[in-house]
Structures are given as structure tokens and as C-alpha cells.
T-cell receptor, first 114, second 113 residues
Framework: DSGVTQTPKHLITATGQRVTLRCSPR?????VYWYQQSLDQGLQFLIQYYNGEERAKGNILERFSAQQFPDLHSELNLSSLELGDSALYFC?????????????FGSGTQLSVL | DAKTTQPTSMDCAEGRAANLPCNHS???????VYWYRQIHSQGPQYIIH???NNETNEMASLIITEDRKSSTLILPHATLRDTAVYYC??????????????FGQGTILTVHP
């Protein structure tokens, strides 16, 4: 158990819909990262938050947004969903801003868009 | 992040050492070598990382060549539970890359009885 909690574990929805994925980092960790894993793209970095502020952005679509709340949990919002958004979404956390340290990953949310 | 090259798959007998190679010939001086693994769609798990010197922890050893162009992850006594995809990543995660890691295709390690 990494200490990172993601909910829900599975999510099935339809095209055009909007969903919210939730992540609770390990106790004391200030950074949260979101990754997407699809069959054709592999594991891709989406976005990082540190202590409530956006720190780094990767290949995140404009239809996707995220935020980190004062209690440090984070939410990833996916809107106008398309079939291609079906993927595993992982959240990870680390103690600081993202130095040379290890990331702790949650068990992921499997999103299926039908 | 520097590009890394890993074999697509490897086999190992249970109880034997698993040696997973990684090539990172364009690695820059401030890039670390990280190893993560992913067991059957679970979240990636950190294994070890290093800059220049060889590193060892309770999970594995990391051997980095003197020119830093390649490295080897060693699982000293592989078990069936070590069957996973192993990712080698070269990243200056503390610099402009912050904590974002570029995962490649990795090596599928299969440990058999």
C-alpha cells in the first residue's frame, strides 16, 4: 500500500459526459501528480500541483483540468469525454516540489467511455 | 529527459538474479537514472535511483557504468511476485522536469518457477 488513495476505482460513462477523479496523497506529501496510461500512449504525465499551486504541465488536454485543495487532496476533471479518453488514470504524490525523490503512486482509476 | 532503450522482454528463473539492462547514451550530467516497476495495471512502484555511484536498497541494486551511458538493475533473488514491467527513466527530476517522469515501453520481466 503506497498510502495514496484514488477514488473511484472504476468509472463507466458515456461520450460527452464529465467526470471527476479524486486523489488523496500520502500524509505529509505536498506534491500531487496525475498520469494517464492508455494502451497506445503508455504512461504519460499530465500535471503536477504543489501545495495548492500548479507546478508543471505535461500533455494535458484543454478539456481536462485539475486542482489541489487546502487539505492537499486533488481532483482531475475530465469533460466532453471521448472514446479515446478511456484509460487508467494514476495519481502520485511526493513530499516536496519534485526534486530527485521517489513518487508514490495510487492504484488508479479505470475510466471507460462508451 | 534522455531517451532510454530497454529490451522488450526478459525471462528469469525463480531464485536466480534478474539483470535488466538499460541504455541511456545521451544522458546529461545532471540526469538521474530511475527504475520503477508496474505489476499488472497497478500503480508504478519506485525501485531505486542513482546518479553516478552504484546504489543498493532492500529491493534491488543499480549498477551505472562509469561513462553513465548504460545501467543495470539487479534483482538478486527473483520471485514470482517480481513479474512486472520494469521502466528505466533518465530524468533531471529536480530541475526543469520537476517531478514529471517520462515512461517508455519498459521491459516485461517474467519470472518462472
Amino acid at each position: 500500500d503506497s498510502g495514496v488513495t484514488q477514488t473511484p476505482k472504476h468509472l463507466i460513462t458515456a461520450t460527452g459526459q464529465r467526470v471527476t477523479l479524486r486523489c488523496s496523497p500520502r500524509s505529509g506529501d505536498l506534491s500531487v501528480y496525475w498520469y494517464q496510461q492508455s494502451l497506445d500512449q503508455g504512461l504519460q504525465f499530465l500535471i503536477q500541483y504543489y501545495n495548492g499551486e500548479e507546478r508543471a504541465k505535461g500533455n494535458i488536454l484543454e478539456r481536462f483540468s485539475a486542482q489541489q485543495f487546502p487539505d492537499l487532496h486533488s481532483e482531475l476533471n475530465l469533460s466532453s469525454l471521448e472514446l479515446g479518453d478511456s484509460a487508467l488514470y494514476f495519481c502520485a504524490s511526493s513530499p516536496s516540489r519534485g526534486g530527485n525523490e521517489k513518487l508514490f503512486f495510487g492504484s488508479g482509476t479505470q475510466l471507460s467511455v462508451l | 529527459d534522455a531517451k532510454t532503450t530497454q529490451p522488450t522482454s526478459m525471462d528469469c528463473a525463480e531464485g536466480r538474479a534478474a539483470n535488466l539492462p538499460c541504455n541511456h547514451s545521451t544522458i546529461s550530467g545532471n540526469e538521474y537514472v530511475y527504475w520503477y516497476r508496474q505489476i499488472h495495471s497497478q500503480g508504478p512502484q519506485y525501485i531505486i535511483h542513482g546518479l553516478k555511484n552504484n546504489e543498493t536498497n532492500e529491493m534491488a541494486s543499480l549498477i551505472i557504468t562509469e561513462d553513465r551511458k548504460s545501467s543495470t538493475l539487479i534483482l538478486p533473488h527473483a520471485t514470482l511476485r517480481d513479474t512486472a514491467v520494469y521502466y528505466c527513466i533518465a530524468s533531471n527530476a529536480g530541475g526543469t522536469s520537476y517531478g514529471k517522469l517520462t515512461f517508455g515501453q519498459g521491459t516485461i520481466l517474467t519470472v518462472h518457477p
